[in-house]
């Protein structure tokens, strides 16, 4: 079981680029959560996704964010238009339907625009 | 509104003494709390939650809900417990999401 994976490790886009990070679940699990690390911050929820669901969007900025979990395929954070205070770690989680065990974490994309 | 404090940015201690890690949070309801580490260049895992009170790697931690509280505690630290580790918070009724602490980084001296 290769856990949560994320990719790119690292992503740097310009002022106005788009960025798409993309989070595999580990296998079983149908519950995908993105988090943002801003520097110097601890983890801050955004969003929280099931298959072709959104449950909790509370944590997502209302402008240029936005999240999706296909029936198939990766879970994809989407912000549009990155703008400098963008650049954070983007950690993304998932969980079986019973969350008795927690959370499993994804080593994060690390996203710098310039 | 939730909150999570762990007043320590840095802390440092000598292999063997005796370590805390502070953890305040402040909530109306009745949370599940947690203990998260981070080990130099690995991912985020769970350490400990206050609901199954077991003892992971020698640590432990006890829900305090007076003092609102849940501090992580080992008698005897090691060079291998040099890591992040943060503090958070789950609200009650089920809520999927976590309320994280900005994180303690532990240092282990030999």
Known sequence: NAGVMQNPRHLVRRRGQEARLRCSPMKGH???YWYRQLPEEGLKFMVYLQKENIIDESGMPKERFSAEFP??????????QVVRGDSAAYFCASSPRDRAHGYTFGSGTRLTVV | AQRVTQPEKLLSVFKGAPVELKCNYSYSGSPELFWYVQYSRQRLQLLLRHISRESIKGFTADLNKGETSFHLKKPFAQEEDSAMYYCALSPQGGSEKLVFGKGTKLTVNP
């Not at chain 1, 029936?71 to 549009?80: D, M, T």
């Open chain 1, 71 to 80: 029936k198939e395929g990766p879970s994809i954070l989407r912000i549009q």
């Open chain 1, 30 to 32: 149908s519950h995908v």
